[in-house]
């Protein structure tokens, strides 16, 4: 069965203190991992798309890396207004997209 | 500029009186979808559009209906709401369905 499991569920940084946020999937045949970054009461933004171990994506104070079973959205020295709860997607065996529950995100100032 | 667009934003209706949320896009995506979200359950899909008049079901689709007449709209109809249909709703589109999606502003739904 195709999963998407995201850790730590919630996270408590200091401004600058860089960190990292887990993706693990269970999928046949990855065909596409995909970051969103959603603000509360707000839809998702879409941030990267991966697509093969070892593919890295960046975009300001985020980087994105691909492994055989896992991506990593890696933030380094954050600022209050990256707070946000972040998605992990792949896509399925069916075609469809399966959403992981999120990891949120607080940086205190 | 490219967007999705979900009309209302906010609704509080009663059990069992019919309703329709609209979903627009103006990217010419062939691939729409809805979406509710819970907490603690994350993002499920209800219903999907492949293109105009081809429709499938997501993984919750009972007690919604959708319909796909024009490429850009894709409206979620609750023909019997009930209270357990609360939830935030978002309306997405896409390329193709493994592509990257697209996401409305959501609309807010309360059933009592």
């Known amino acids: 069965e195709d999963q998407v499991t995201q850790s730590p569920e919630a996270l408590r940084l200091q401004e600058g203190e860089s960190s990292s946020l887990n993706c693990s999937y269970t999928?046949?045949?990855?065909?596409?991992l995909f970051w969103y970054r959603q603000d509360p009461g707000k839809g998702p933004e879409f941030l990267f798309t991966l697509y093969s171990a070892g593919e890295e994506k960046e975009k300001e104070r985020l980087k994105a890396t691909l492994t055989k079973k896992e991506s990593f959205l890696h933030i380094t020295a954050p600022k209050p207004e990256d707070s946000a709860t972040y998605l992990c997607?792949?896509?399925?065996?069916?075609?469809?997209?399966?959403f992981g529950k999120g990891t949120k995100l607080s940086v205190k100032p | 500029e490219a967007q999705v667009t979900q009309n209302p934003r906010y609704l509080i209706t009663v059990t069992g009186k019919k309703l329709t949320v609209t979903c627009s896009q103006n990217?010419?995506?062939?691939?729409m979808s809805w979406y509710r979200q819970d907490p603690g359950l994350g993002l499920r899909q209800i219903y999907y559009s492949m293109n105009v008049e081809v429709t499938d079901k997501g993984d919750v689709p009972e007690g919604y209906k959708v319909s796909r007449k024009e490429k850009r709209n894709f409206p979620l109809i609750l023909e019997s709401p009930s209270p357990n249909q609360t939830s935030l709703y978002f309306c997405?589109?896409?390329?193709?369905?493994?592509?990257?999606?697209?996401f409305g502003p959501g609309t807010r739904l309360t059933v009592t």
């Open positions: 997405a589109s896409s390329l193709g369905r493994g592509d990257e999606q697209y």
């Open positions: 999928v046949s045949g990855l065909r596409g």
């Open positions: 990217m010419n995506h062939e691939y």
């Open positions: 997607a792949v896509r399925g065996s069916q075609g469809n997209l399966i």
